[in-house]
Nanobody, 121 residues
């Protein structure tokens, strides 16, 4: 069984930064690709960023490229999402997901409970 717990969300002003963490517990952390998704009020959940099990491959949605960085520390069973230059359009609940692939169409095996990110203008 896999459990994911996100943390690091909060309220930040536009232009600010946050770092989200996703703590993984269970078997074979290093075997999973990890994706971050987000869901804003009244909108569908959307892919944000993903990282392969090795950490070598990453994937980002266009609107966050150059601003967000995904990384993982397999020794700590933790995935990070560094978010810089935040804007109000980034306001959403952010979820991490253990998946069999990278990107919006990846098959997700387990979801975290989410962490709220709110960016004020």
């Amino acid at each position: 069984q896999v459990t994911l717990v996100e943390s690091g969300g909060g309220l930040v002003q536009a232009g600010g930064s946050l770092r989200l963490s996703c703590a993984f517990s269970g078997r074979a952390f290093s075997a999973y690709n990890i994706n971050w998704f987000r869901q804003a009020p009244g909108k569908e959940r959307e892919f944000v960023a993903g990282i392969s099990w090795s950490g070598i491959s990453t994937n980002y949605r266009d609107s966050v490229k150059g601003r967000f960085t995904i990384s993982r520390d397999n020794a700590k069973n933790t995935i990070y999402l560094q978010m810089n230059s935040l804007n109000p359009e980034d306001t959403a609940i952010y979820y991490c997901a253990a998946a069999q692939g990278l990107g919006p169409s990846s098959r997700v095996d387990s979801w975290g409970q989410g962490t709220q990110v709110t960016v004020s203008s």
